[in-house]
């Protein structure tokens, strides 16, 4: 594996801009970004919004589109909705682990086709794939097969087109690029140790790279740190921490975002693997506390019997608290060529809060976001989700976003 090549120095320019914001409680203040040139390397550096920024685009308070039933037919019945995305005609598709299925619906929401399955077919992934599901070039459809390490592609018609082995296997579908690479995340991760010195927390290394549409290499981003694991001193068992760092991904316009969310800082590359954008905001790394942990960690057993919560305190027990917590939590892009960074939200926080960066990397405010859905995509008018209610069903749900409102 190589580190992604870096240019060498240059000169530096400097431009600072400034936004007025008047949308709520801090109205009146700056939001401030100052952008440079470094190594053929843009820097942008933005001040953290003030409490009050907040952008006048709207998410509709209901769905549009709800597509998901507890009993009935079984097209309407997920099983671990893993992503979905809007065809250009307003069709959506699902990507459902538990069938191994693209499934296709209508803009209104009723089912069209169901894609792929189990086996070793053309067309089919294996069991708990496809992962994510991408447009492809041609209106077609591209289902990640992250066992295989393979992008399986239908054509708008849901006829199977063909299946592309990434990097030998190494690789899965993350997204795609304007001209057609890949985005492509790790595949099956190997095993993991302990640290040195039997340390309890452990981040893998993790090699993303841009991959030619017939699964051949273009380039390699470098390898990242991570997810961030606790490893059980007391038993053979590991899990991921509930604080734990880790490396996130998107595509966003023509650039490959890869970065870690140790600190704020968003670095893009382009399709030839070279640092092109880094885009950083003021952020103050805060430390967890036992408490916080423990809390946490005692909610997500709430549901489980008597016994498998004494099962799991001895699991977590002695578990390692991380330095800090994440600086953000989630990055998406939309086709406006804006980039969404997910806050991460602290234990005793409700929201879902995502600021938004414009193309060239400059801060423009805060979005809230309904807490429950999980976004997969954002569209021009709309986002895109998936929700599970409290009897389990799962749903995935299409609601307009109105960046006229106000």
Known sequence: MRESRIRPAGVLAVAVLSAACDTGGDSGLALRSEVRDSAEITIVENARPATGSRLDWRVGDAPAVSIGLRGGDEAYQFYGV?????LADGRIVVADAGSSELRVFSAEGGHVVSLGGVGEGPGEFAQFDPETVSVWPGDSIAGASWWRGQVVIFDADGNHGRTATLGGARFSLLGVMPGGDILAKPGLPVGMQFGAGGSTLRRQEAEFAV??????????VGTQAGDEWFFSP???SARLHPFGRSVLATVWGPLAVVTANDRYEIRAYDADGM??????REHELRVPTQAELDAVLEESWADRSAEDQERLRGMAEGMTLVEFFPAF???LSDP???LWVREYRFPEQVGSIWTVFDADGRVQGFVEMPRDLELFEIGEDYILGGTTDEVGVERVQLRALDRAAG
């Open 336 to 338: 406006l060529g804006y």
């Open 234 to 236: 007391s038993s053979p």
């Open 82 to 86: 893993e992503d979905a995305t809007r």
């Open 211 to 220: 991959v030619r549409p017939t699964g051949e290499i273009r380039a390699s």
């Open 329 to 331: 939590a989630a990055l």
């Open 275 to 280: 640092l092109a954008k880094i885009v950083r």
